[in-house]
């Protein structure tokens, strides 16, 4: 069986930072207008065909990062399908998950997954089942205080999963309402699709940022868990990390501890005054 390692290394190599990947996004659509509707037509033709250049260019680049988080996604969720086959993942109950939940105006009764899969990096939630998955290692590795954070972090997930589920679907009819009107003034089917795509992942990246931001600050909002404890479970993991960028998914670690340093600075101020 040839081994496709390469293939990860080329995806690792051709890295783009979230800001020039939004950068990438806003151009696209720029030109996308600008060429499909013709408004350049006063230009020598050799800028226009310089300009197409620089628009197949982009729309490659936007296209190879789709795919290389699509198919990032769906690796995780296919290995972790037939991972949890034969490795059930652990039920565990938390005492403080309870308490947790009703400080945040929630009911929670679930038990957390404790997974060994190596292919979960982090917990996450799923928004349809309402299930929290951690890694063991995280249990292993954070304090019980920190954990506790990061149980409130994933049950304000829970909380608002029904509204996140109506932003993503309100991403979609943008989206066709973007589109339906780009396809009335431009002449190539090419372009209509790129700009719809970019267009797409545009709002759908700050719909996906805006998500864990709240869920970060819910926790501590509510006096359910310290915004200390959330701090210092960032910190470590902005230490073990290469690049503090974000992703098209996450705010970068230092925006979001700076954050929550606002919140604990404000609780502060409450108790001295």
């Known amino acids: 069986m040839v081994k496709i390692t390469w293939i990860k290394e080329f995806g690792k190599r051709v890295y783009l930072t979230f ?18 509707t013709n408004l350049l037509f006063f230009l020598p033709s050799a800028m226009r065909w310089a300009l197409a250049l620089v628009y197949v260019l982009l729309a490659e ?3 190879f990062s ?9 690796g995780q969720i296919i290995s972790s399908v037939f991972y949890n086959r034969k490795h059930k993942p652990e039920k565990r109950y938390f005492p403080e998950m309870k308490q947790i939940a009703k400080k945040m105006g929630m009911e929670y009764d ?3 997954l404790i997974t060994e899969n190596p292919s979960i990096k982090s917990p996450f939630t799923n928004v349809f089942t309402r299930n929290i998955t951690f890694p063991a290692s995280w249990i292993r590795k954070f304090h019980r205080t920190e954990n506790d954070a990061i149980i409130g972090h994933e049950l304000a997930h829970v909380k608002y999963g029904l509204k996140f ?3 993503l679907l309100l991403v979609t009819f943008v989206t066709w309402g973007f ?9 190539s089917l090419g372009i209509y699709v790129i700009a719809e795509l970019a267009f797409m992942m ?3 990246s700050y719909i996906l940022r805006r998500n864990e931001l709240r869920a970060d600050w819910e926790g501590p909002a509510c006096n359910a868990t310290t915004p200390e404890a959330l701090i210092s479970v960032f910190e470590y993991l902005k230490a073990e990390c290469k690049r503090d960028d974000g992703s098209e998914t996450h705010p970068p ?4 501890i700076k954050r929550l340093m606002r919140l604990l600075d404000s609780d502060r101020r409450h108790q001295d005054n």
Do not use: H, Q
């Not at 800001?19 to 499909?36: D, N, Q, T």
């Not at 789709?66 to 769906?74: D, F, K, P, Q």
């Not at 589109?179 to 002449?187: E, G, N, R, S, V």
């Open 165 to 167: 589920i109506g932003e």
């Open 179 to 187: 589109a339906l009107l780009l396809a009335t003034i431009t002449w």
């Open 110 to 112: 679930k038990p957390i």
């Open 253 to 256: 670690l230092e925006a979001r």
């Open 66 to 74: 789709v795919v290389r988080l699509i198919t990032g996604s769906a």
């Open 202 to 204: 545009l709002i759908l």
């Open 61 to 63: 680049i936007m296209v």
């Open 19 to 36: 800001k020039l990947w939004r950068m990438v996004l806003i151009s696209i659509v720029f030109l996308s207008i600008v060429l499909g």
